[in-house]
C-alpha cells in the first residue's frame, strides 16, 4: 500500500471512528506527537495503548457522543519521503458544556504500508479554553 492509499485508509477509518480497519494500518508502536507543551494532551503517546486508549479514549470520555464531526480539507502525499499530510476540521460538544472547533494538520510518516510515527498540530489554547485546563 503506497503512502496516499494509507493516509486515505486511515482518514476512512478515523472518521468512521473503525478502530478494528486502524489497526490494519497503524503500526504497533506507532509514535502519535501532539505538538506543543502549553495543552496537558500535547505529548507523545507510544504504541496502540497510547494511541487508541489515552488519546483516542480521553477525547471520547470527554466529548457527548454524537457530537464529533469531521470534515476533510486536504489531503497530501509524498511517495518518495514516505510522508502524507492530513488536513481536517474537528468540531465537538464536551461533557463540561463547552463546544471545540479546531483545523488540524497531521504530518504521517509511513513505511511498508504502516502508520508508524505522527506529528498532529493544533490550536492548543483552544484546546485548554475548551476542556477547561
Request: aromatic share 8%; charged share 20%; glycine share 12%.
Amino acid at each position: 500500500m503506497n503512502v496516499k492509499s494509507t493516509v486515505e485508509a486511515f482518514w476512512h477509518g478515523h472518521s468512521a471512528g473503525d478502530h478494528d480497519a486502524l489497526k490494519t494500518i497503524v503500526a504497533k508502536d506507532i509514535r502519535w506527537t501532539v505538538v506543543g507543551d502549553t495543552c496537558p494532551i500535547a505529548r507523545t503517546y507510544e504504541g496502540w495503548d497510547g494511541f487508541f486508549g489515552e488519546l483516542l479514549g480521553g477525547l471520547a470520555a470527554a466529548f457527548v457522543p454524537g457530537t464529533l464531526t469531521m470534515r476533510l480539507k486536504g489531503l497530501y502525499a509524498d511517495e518518495e519521503q514516505g510522508v502524507g499530510i492530513l488536513h481536517l476540521e474537528e468540531t465537538a460538544t464536551l461533557h463540561n458544556g463547552n463546544s471545540i472547533s479546531l483545523e488540524i494538520v497531521d504530518v504521517i510518516t509511513v513505511r511498508d504500508g504502516q502508520i508508524i510515527d505522527v506529528r498532529e498540530v493544533m490550536d492548543l489554547a483552544a484546546v485548554n479554553a475548551a476542556f477547561g485546563f
